[in-house]
């Protein structure tokens, strides 16, 4: 089964961080672009950010830059999103995905999506 799995969302309070975890199986995570991507009841589906992976180049969306930050641990076959100053604009269901570009808008093409976790920041 080819699949990703996200963990560590949760109920956060306004400035607060949280770490999320994106660990494949099934495929190896260090031959693809990974991306992390957010999206609320009725809202549209937005970038948050990705990373390549040929040389870790990154890319963010303006509303995060600054506040969260990608990463990837190979060895253990994870990507990361740390998010700091948590705002309730961020709540969202967050999901990671793999594919052969680092692309946040426009034609995005990924060829694997998690389920998604819940990340909730309020008071």
């Known amino acids: 089964q080819l699949q990703l799995v996200e963990s560590g969302g949760g109920l956060v309070q306004p400035g607060g961080s949280l770490r999320l975890s994106c660990e494949a199986s099934?495929?190896?995570?260090?031959?693809?672009?990974i991306g992390w991507f957010r999206q609320a009841p009725g809202k549209e589906r937005e970038g948050v950010s990705c990373i390549t992976r040929s040389y870790g180049v990154t890319n963010y969306a303006g509303s995060v830059k600054g506040r969260f930050t990608i990463s990837r641990d190979n060895a253990k076959n994870t990507v990361y999103l740390q998010m700091n100053s948590l705002e309730p604009e961020d709540t969202a269901v967050y999901y990671c995905?793999?594919?052969?570009?680092?692309?946040?808008?426009?034609?995005?093409?990924?060829?694997?999506w998690g389920q998604g976790t819940q990340v909730t920041v309020s008071s």
């Open positions: 995905a793999a594919g052969p570009y680092c692309l946040l808008v426009g034609r995005v093409v990924y060829d694997y």
């Open positions: 099934g495929f190896t995570l260090s031959y693809y672009a």
